[in-house]
């Protein structure tokens, strides 16, 4: 088998055809990073862009939903926090419950409501990466929340005098 050099990279030039040959000719896939490479800056996004008509109706519905959870979610905080009865463990856990809540959904929607309005729908390369960790960040933080508030509720059943 024959060596070649290619930039300074030994290439074999008698090897079987691989993955990057798609025709039956025996050629050699270069084992270098190519020069060429473009790196991603900003995504265009797409979501709604099928139906134009109905952006309108797609803003009110989610900017109403918006509101309304995070205005049902502040009102929790509030109540909780300036209620002395109400600080206890379970309510305490209902306090961060709705604050993550309000991390998820302000993850997500202020963009999709810019998205909305205006004809110019792109996010970068870091807003997607960032809106991505909060996103996951808050879902898997709400996830193992839940998971000890019914861990709490069955310790309160099953061993009530302990």
């Not at 996004?45 to 989610?62: K, Q, T």
């Not at 960790?133 to 309160?156: G, N, P, Q, T």
Request: aromatic share 10%; glycine share 6%; hydrophobic share 45%.
């Amino acid at each position: 088998m024959e060596e070649s050099t290619h930039r300074g990279a030994r290439v074999p030039t008698g090897s079987a055809p691989g993955p990057a040959s798609k025709s039956g000719n025996r050629s050699c896939s270069i084992l270098m990073a190519s020069p060429n490479q473009t790196m991603v800056t900003e995504f265009v996004l797409e979501g709604f862009s099928e139906h134009p008509g109905l952006r309108l109706l797609l803003l009110v519905s989610f900017l109403s939903l918006y509101t309304v959870a995070l205005t049902g979610n502040v009102v929790i905080i509030a109540l909780i926090s300036f209620t002395s009865g109400l600080h206890s463990p379970m309510y305490f856990f209902l306090c961060n419950l709705a604050s993550m809540d309000i991390v998820c959904t302000s993850s997500v929607l202020p963009k999709v409501l810019v998205g909305l309005t205006s004809a110019e729908n792109t996010i970068s390369f870091q807003g997607c990466m960032t809106q991505l960790f909060f996103l996951s960040w808050s879902a898997s933080s709400e996830l193992l929340l839940l998971s000890v508030m019914a861990y709490d509720r069955y310790v309160a059943i099953c061993f009530p005098l302990h």
